[in-house]
């Protein structure tokens, strides 16, 4: 046995949180100010009297498909909210990268298996997979895992995969996609494009035969926080940290991760280290990264770099380049 706790289960997502009610809060004020910023947006746009008006009803199009979306999973939460447990919560409404939801970004990128996504999957897995071709697994855990395509592939190699997210509707468009054909949804570019279709292209994601039965036999996804992970000491092979590490001080989830690594186990790291908080005394350099590891029992196996387009748009004149670090550890005692 695994895991250490038990779960409960809300709108089909299974979740392994000990103040759940209070998680619950969080999870629905993120997504109904998420959402705020969308009706926010529909409403200016929506008073809009010029020249420009196929622009301004392509991003109304685009901000109303996924308003909607986002109301499915409000509507569902909502019942399962008080006002006292909203009030309760100490949560920066200022703090953009909290309120942004990257659900989109990452379904895109994920399971619409257009080239521009396909193209960073494919480096990453197979820079990782040559690295650990030489050892034999049972288990593994994902980190941060957004909307699991990641996860899915890595499922040759392990006969059974934890995959967690803190994130509500992460995993809930996962359990959408496994329980629906397909789900449109929309990217919005109001800037750095071509022409007017690329402001707001229609995407539809939807998960194949295939992979489904990979998740079937293989997967459990669930929301847990990475501070508080549900699993024994000593229970996990490898643990993956994929494009995660940068979301929290590495000193306040290493004592976790490195309890519930079994001995010879090893922890992988692929990423930038772009550090989403804000105390830059906790910004580790990879150098400074690498021997806190070592200091804590851990050898160097892989430390390089490979680069790749990140979450690329090929309708956006834009798109960024990551030098990641890609880094293998092995725990030795
Ligand atoms: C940059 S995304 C990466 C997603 C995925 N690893 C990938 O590369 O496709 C980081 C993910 O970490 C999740 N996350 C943030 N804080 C977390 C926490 N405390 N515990 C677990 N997951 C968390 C976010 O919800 C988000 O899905």
Known sequence: MVFNTDFVIIGGVKIYIKDVDSYLAESFLLLYNSNKSNENKLLNLSRYNGERQQYVDKLLEAYLE???????????????????????????????????????????????????????????????????????????????????RLVVEFCDIFDKIYSTDKSFSMIWHINKLLNNVSYDFYNPNPKNVFKIEDVARKYTAAIDIENRKKIADKIDFFVSDVLDLPFNNYSLNTIFSIYFTDVIALKLWFPKINSILKSKGLFIHFGPLDYFFSDETEMLTAEEFKSFFEKNNYKTIVDKIIETPHLKDDSSISYQIYKNWFFIAEKQL
């Open 66 to 148: 996924n308003f909607n979306n986002i109301n499915e999973i409000l509507a569902v939460l909502k019942d399962t909210v008080s006002v006292d447990n909203i009030l309760k919560l100490n949560l920066n409404r200022n703090d953009n990268y909290q309120i942004t939801l990257k659900d989109f970004w990452y379904l895109k990128r994920d399971w619409c298996y257009l080239k521009e996504g396909e193209e960073q999957i494919e480096i990453i897995v197979n820079s990782i997979k040559e690295e650990l071709s030489n050892y034999k697994f049972q288990n593994s855990l994902f980190l941060g895992c957004g909307a699991g």
